[in-house]
């Protein structure tokens, strides 16, 4: 996902900033150029990214600062709530009710994503205990009908649609209706996809709408989409109460920053976001712990939920405990990389960590990764006879010339890749200290946790 360029883009801009001894204006708008020049190579929409730029030059007036307040942290702060206000449009996300058919209408351009990912959030709902229905409104594309047919039946959802019916609205109202009787409580329409602002199609969309009279409208945006999103989005909101949006293809190439525009011009939240082709590559959407992947702050909210999901209950306290030390050891490394190898459920929770595992096994790289994982473990066995001291141990000074020179004799391996462990060593430190302090929760006090830690 390119939007984690960007994310790398805004830390180095904010680490620089840390860098600096003084923080005056000139490096305030030097980081601030820096996070503006990458937001647009994101595909952010030009104004956003200078109202954004203007309101933190407001909110953070580095006379008024008293001396002793953290600039930094303050200047971080402002950043983070930025973005945040720029993907949160200020309005409560709609949310289906029990008890009654709840009717949410798909609308977007061709080719956006739009069919497979009404099936996604049909599926995601079927996992969640409601029982959805889908209804192929789009008589436009040839093919459609087949392709909703086929996505349905694969996830054992009903289904509505004609081959004959050429008109969209009609199908619309009476595949609704059927599915009305049989109670079925979420009704999906796939309508239509539109080329450009083609006024008859959205005059039809328009249409399906009023005849249905959907409690939401999801609009359906192709990550890839660039700077058009903003205008597009605006354009499919003049027609139809779009009340959220789903971005697609966040697994692509897309640099994304068009999902940030889309918000602004629809006014609406984004609430999930398709990350593959397949069914469940679909994910629930919160904009903090996004904002805190993509300043590199870390998605603390999904890491402790994380913990609590896949990490045996027997295991947590232990697992907490060292995390709250902060004190990375080179053994704490080798049962990080044998959990890492394992992906078993650690491995899954670290995988989460940004700069963990992201760096260490970037995705399409797995197996050159794990190969030097391996070889890193290799090193560290021939450690033993180092004794405890220096496994246990974390001062990385410890690890001196003739230390290295020993394991690379006793591992066969050259000197070089024993420093370039020990420099792996001391990134992963910095990534394990940032959880230094933190409070061990008691049970069902998780979410609590990980609201002050986004905080
Ligand atoms: P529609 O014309 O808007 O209904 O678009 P489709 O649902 O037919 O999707 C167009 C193409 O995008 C298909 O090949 C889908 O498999 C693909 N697609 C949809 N969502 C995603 C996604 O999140 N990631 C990836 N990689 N492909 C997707």
């Known amino acids: 996902m390119v939007l984690a360029q960007l994310g790398g883009s805004i830390s180095r801009a904010l680490q620089q900033m840390s860098n600096a001894t003084v923080i005056d204006e000139k490096v305030l708008n030097e980081c601030l150029n820096e996070i503006s020049r990458a937001l647009l190579q994101s595909d952010v929409q030009f104004k956003l990214v200078r109202d954004m730029q203007?309101?933190?030059?407001k909110i953070v007036?580095?006379?008024?600062l008293a001396a002793g307040h953290n600039k930094r942290k303050i200047i971080q702060q402002a950043i983070f709530n930025e973005l945040c206000?720029?993907?949160d449009p200020g309005k409560p996300s709609f949310t289906l009710k029990k008890g009654k058919p709840s009717i949410v209408m798909f609308v977007g351009l061709q080719g956006s994503g739009k069919t497979t990912t009404c099936t996604k959030y049909a599926y995601y709902h079927q996992k969640k205990g409601w029982k959805p229905a889908l209804v192929c409104a789009d008589t436009f594309r040839a093919g459609a009908f087949d392709q909703l047919k086929q996505n349905a039946t694969k996830a054992k959802i009903p289904f509505y649609g004609s081959y004959m019916e050429s008109d969209p609205v009609k199908i619309a109202v009476e595949g609704v209706e059927r599915f009305k009787k049989e109670n079925c409580d979420l009704i999906i329409v796939d309508t239509s996809g539109r080329h450009k602002q083609e006024a008859a199609l959205f005059e039809e969309m328009r249409q399906v709408s009023e005849a249905t009279n959907p409690d939401l409208v999801v609009f359906v945006m192709d990550s890839s989409i660039g700077q058009a999103a903003f205008d597009q989005a605006q354009a499919f909101r003049q027609s139809v109460s779009v009340g959220a949006v789903i971005v697609t293809k966040m697994d692509g190439h897309a640099k994304g920053g068009g999902a940030l525009s889309a918000v602004a011009a629809t006014k609406s939240?984004?609430?999930?976001i398709g990350t593959g082709e397949h069914m469940d590559e679909f994910e629930v959407f919160d904009v903090k712990p996004f904002v805190s992947r993509l300043l590199g702050m870390g998605d603390w909210s999904g890491f402790m939920d994380k913990i609590h999901e896949v990490v045996p209950m027997d295991q947590q306290p232990e697992l907490l405990q060292k995390l709250s030390e902060g004190n990375f050891t080179l053994r704490i490394m080798y049962e990080q990389f044998q959990n890492l190898m394992k992906m078993g459920p650690i491995g899954q929770v670290f995988s989460m960590l940004p700069g963990f595992s992201s760096e260490l096994m970037p995705k399409g790289r797995e197996k050159e990764s794990q190969a030097k994982i391996k070889r890193y473990m290799t090193m560290?066995?021939?450690m033993t006879n180092e004794g405890k001291l220096t496994l246990d141990s974390t001062n990385p000074k410890l690890m001196n010339e003739s230390r290295m020179m020993r394991?690379?004799?006793g591992s066969g391996r050259p000197v070089r890749e024993v420093m370039e462990?020990?420099?792996e060593y001391k990134r992963l430190a910095k990534v394990w200290s940032k959880m230094k302090g933190l409070k061990i929760p008691k049970k069902g006090e998780m979410s609590?946790?990980?609201?002050?830690?986004?905080?």
């Open 380 to 382: 560290m066995d021939s």
């Open 85 to 87: 206000k720029m993907l």
């Open 269 to 272: 939240p984004v609430i999930f």
């Open 61 to 64: 007036n580095l006379d008024d």
């Open 407 to 409: 394991i690379a004799r």
């Open 448 to 455: 609590a946790l990980s609201r002050n830690m986004n905080a």
């Open 421 to 423: 462990m020990m420099e």
């Open 54 to 57: 203007s309101n933190i030059k």
